[in-house]
């Protein structure tokens, strides 16, 4: 099966001052986004930042990225409604008011490095239920092993349906480690049917992204997960990220999934 490709290009972390490559503007975004589509990249997971280059869910800002995007290329566009550890919860699931092909649904709170990622559970009933009215679907980011425990609540109790898209997030301090051993541990674990990428955060990106792809996993490249190209070296841009993981994916005999192929392998709706 071609492995699908997301670029994640910004994040809420990092800012110029650590990459001074890193995308903030939304002309800046959506220009970073239709460079990685030209080498590879199928799915688009975008975090937004105001023009302090603090991350916001401006309804405003939102549309003018998803807009400038369109205008560029045909890459799925994948919302963030984890926005930043600052943003309350309210403004952040008004994202999905947008309609994009797919969001996040972070199903747990957590440490986050020195912060708290908040996600009350009534909360986030409430935009599960939310994203399946609207047709969005819902991109189940897995810090810890608890996390896909309560996805399977949230499936059991009928706010998800379809085979569960999930992302396995390894290297964020207060969740998993980014480990082969914790990967191993996660995989198994998943539902018939799911459809799962790597998000592996810091220097060992590259490592588990190849294990990943071996083991029938999709992926994700771009500087929301790593500033480097290599040791030392910061990526200049995020096309040469996704670039790298492409080369990763074809090294290993694999086919790369264009946006069509994506579409119906994450089950979406045209």
Request: charged letters at 25%; aromatic letters at 2%.
């Amino acid at each position: 099966m071609p492995v699908v490709i997301t670029v994640a290009p910004t994040g809420p972390i990092a800012t110029k001052a650590d990459n001074p490559a890193l995308p903030t503007s939304p002309e800046e975004i959506a220009t970073a986004v239709a460079d990685a589509y030209d080498v590879g990249a199928a799915v688009a997971h975008i975090h937004l930042r105001d023009d302090q280059q603090r991350p916001t869910a401006d309804l405003d800002i939102a549309r003018r990225v998803v807009d400038l995007i369109a205008d560029r290329c045909p890459i799925l566009v994948q919302l963030s409604t984890g926005v930043g550890l600052t943003v309350p919860f309210e403004e952040r699931e008004r994202l999905v008011e947008l309609r994009p092909a797919m969001a996040t649904l972070n199903p747990c709170s957590m440490t986050f490095a020195a912060g708290e990622f908040r996600n009350p559970p009534a909360d986030v009933r409430r935009l599960a239920a939310r994203m399946k009215e609207l047709g969005v679907k819902p991109e189940l980011e897995v810090y810890d092993t608890g996390h896909l425990d309560e996805c399977l609540r949230l499936r059991d109790e009928g706010l998800l349906d379809g085979n569960l898209q999930f992302s396995i997030v390894m290297g964020v301090r207060g969740g998993m480690a980014a480990t082969p051993e914790n990967l191993m541990t996660l995989v198994p674990r998943l539902p018939e049917g799911a459809i799962w990428q790597i998000i592996a955060i810091g220097k060992n990106n590259l490592q588990l992204t190849a294990m990943a792809l071996a083991l029938g996993g999709n992926a994700r490249a771009g500087m929301e997960d790593t500033l480097y190209l290599r040791r030392g070296e910061l990526a200049g841009t995020n096309a040469q990220l996704v670039e790298r993981t492409v080369t990763v994916a074809r090294t290993l005999e694999l086919a790369v999934a264009d946006v069509g192929t994506a579409r119906k392998q994450l089950g979406l709706k045209e």
